[in-house]
């Protein structure tokens, strides 16, 4: 793996409302694979159950299980770098102001249960998702053409 890979965290910013949806899935995702890697055993049953959680409740109908499957993996090995906690927080931001917390907390405590073996590292990343959803700062919204001009500008520096 690069620096150059992992060096930013993945940045993801609400310019529109479709994309809204993008960021609850990968919000759903992020926690799921949190509580997956927290035993240093992702398990398959895991992942499949973060994919079926969201599928179950129709929470991203536009994104592909291969895709949800394929975050989840980029996601995971992400949670392996030290900076692992700036990766969920950054991950969480855009959507803190989305009624999503009841599903995250379920989803990470269905996680933890999918392998039939709730590890005490698993325990404790659901405690620290839950102080998480308390205390996120939330998110700003950010209008479409201040995105595209911040962009415009750092394209010419």
């Known amino acids: 793996m690069s ?32 509580v997956a890697v927290a035993d240093r055993q992702v398990s398959p ?3 499949d159950e973060v994919v079926r959680f969201i599928r179950d409740r129709k929470l991203a109908p536009h994104i592909s299980d291969d895709r949800l ?16 906690a700036n990766v969920v927080i950054d991950n969480l ?9 009841s599903h995250l907390m379920e989803l990470s405590e269905r996680v933890a249960a999918a392998d ?11 405690k620290l998702l839950r102080l998480l ?3 996120l700062p939330r998110a700003k919204r950010v209008a479409p053409g ?8 750092a394209a010419e520096e």
């Open 93 to 101: 931001r855009p959507v803190s102001d989305l009624p999503l917390s």
């Open 116 to 126: 039939e073996d709730v590890h005490p590292h698993e325990l404790q990343a659901i």
């Open 133 to 135: 959803t308390l205390v």
């Open 69 to 84: 499957y394929a975050t989840f993996d980029e996601l995971a090995e992400r949670l392996e770098e030290p900076d692992f």
């Open 146 to 153: 201040t995105v595209r001009a911040e962009q415009r500008i």
């Open 45 to 47: 049953v895991e992942r």
């Open 3 to 34: 620096d150059a890979k992992h060096s930013n965290p993945i940045e993801i910013e609400i310019t529109e409302p479709s994309s809204l949806n993008e960021q609850a899935a990968v919000a759903l995702v992020i926690v799921g694979a949190l």
